[in-house]
């Protein structure tokens, strides 16, 4: 599983026009699944994403964590994660897992973020998103497991 984590001040997700998901401050997670993931993986990761500090505290270091600010998480699901490049000019993307394995283990993920006491809002599965976001720092980091 990979999680594509940025720091923002707000995110949301657009399908055919109509919003289906929105935050203020907190972050904004791309999940990509491969095809072993588990629900393990799931359960490390969605801790791992709510207790990274990667939020300013008042000396304006990285200290406070996600449920430190009492952010929200806008998680929406992007196979293209697992797009290889390394021959041609094609992405590959035969190690994404196939939507049937993917959907369910994306729906965990958000529940498992909600678990962690995170406020949490979710793309739409499958469909076409248009996704905005202030990046604030910029902070991107890459999350694998």
Do not use: W
């Not at 699944?33 to 939020?55: M, Q, S, V, W």
């Not at 998680?75 to 994404?96: I, K, N, W």
Request: glycine fraction near 10%.
């Amino acid at each position: 599983m990979r999680l594509l984590v940025q720091r923002v001040s707000s995110a949301r997700v657009e399908v055919a026009g109509e919003c289906v998901g929105a935050i203020g401050s907190g972050l904004l997670v791309l999940a990509g699944f491969a095809a072993g993931d588990t629900l393990e993986k799931i359960t490390f990761l969605a801790d791992k994403c709510a207790h990274l500090r990667i939020f300013e505290d008042d000396s304006g270091k990285m200290n406070r964590s996600l449920l430190d600010i009492h952010g929200s998480a806008l998680v929406v699901s992007q196979f293209t994660l697992y797009g290889d490049a390394s021959h041609g000019r094609r992405p590959d993307f035969t190690a994404a897992a196939r939507p049937e394995i993917a959907e369910p283990l994306y729906e965990a993920l958000l529940e498992e973020f909600r678990k962690q006491g995170v406020e949490t809002a979710g793309g739409r599965f499958g469909a076409e998103m248009r996704v905005s976001l202030v990046n604030e720092g910029p902070v991107t980091i890459m999350l694998e497991k």
